[in-house]
């Protein structure tokens, strides 16, 4: 079985908005699983183009946690292990996935199918939010981590990071944490976001941004986690 625990020890280490169209309106969508009003989305100048949202998915504000969801799933549960993943069909003795029903590229794990990006309908931004709200790709991660600051701080009683633009707007990313099994993990000190994309390499893990107060970057883990999602959606203005 590959890469397993390519993650565990390293997450065991325990200017006003500009709001732009989606479309041609600020919000989107209806309410999310968390009660969450329409997304509003943030216009970063970012050389693709793409707004990014104001807050978590199922949240209402910036610093509030929202929703988690396992990777490809587009509702919340309370029990976030692979033998509640809506695509393991199969796990080894130890409990960890042996085969995949969708988005595997790999024999090892049952029938390739080489999907690599989630479908709208697997999307859970799309599904909570429409209108062209989508989950971001990991490029888009890596576009909005280098064309921005970003600095450690604590706003309105939350730990989290806030990205900075060159034309003065930001956003907040609370340190939402993640869950597994049935716990919340590593709230205060982490954030785990996922992108839509599968790692190829090891289709038993998708690419997320994570972050703590020393760290960023956008790496690999377990699709049956349940980390936070930040929708975006492409300008048409």
Not at 50 to 76: F, I, M, Q, V
Request: net charge neutral; with cysteine.
């Amino acid at each position: 079985m590959k890469k397993t625990i390519k993650l565990l020890a390293l997450v065991a280490m325990g200017a006003a908005l500009t709001f732009a169209a989606c479309g041609s309106n600020s919000k989107v969508g209806g309410q999310g699983s968390g009660g969450a009003a329409a997304a509003e989305w943030v216009d970063l100048g970012l050389p693709s183009g793409l707004l990014w949202a104001k807050c978590n998915l199922g949240a209402t504000k910036p610093e509030e946690y929202g929703d988690y969801y396992a990777w490809g799933e587009t509702s919340t549960k309370e029990v976030y292990f692979w033998e509640t993943y809506k695509y393991c069909t199969a796990m080894d003795e130890k409990g960890w996935v042996k085969t995949l029903s969708k988005y595997n590229t790999d024999s090892e794990y049952g029938t390739p199918d080489h999907l690599t990006t989630l479908q709208p309908s697997d999307d859970v931004a799309t599904a909570k939010l429409g209108n062209g709200a989508r989950m971001p790709t990991e490029t888009e991660w890596r576009e909005l981590i280098a064309n921005t600051t970003s600095e450690w701080t604590f706003e309105n009683g939350v730990y989290g990071r806030r990205f900075t633009a060159s034309n003065g707007k930001s956003l907040f990313f609370p340190a939402a944490g993640y869950r597994n099994g049935s716990e919340l993990r590593l709230a205060g000190e982490y954030g785990l976001y996922w992108s839509s994309s599968l790692d190829a390499d090891y289709p038993n893990y998708a690419w997320y941004f994570l972050f703590r107060s020393d760290y960023q970057g956008v790496i690999g883990n377990g699709r049956q986690r349940g980390f936070s999602v930040r929708a975006v959606c492409a300008s048409q203005n």
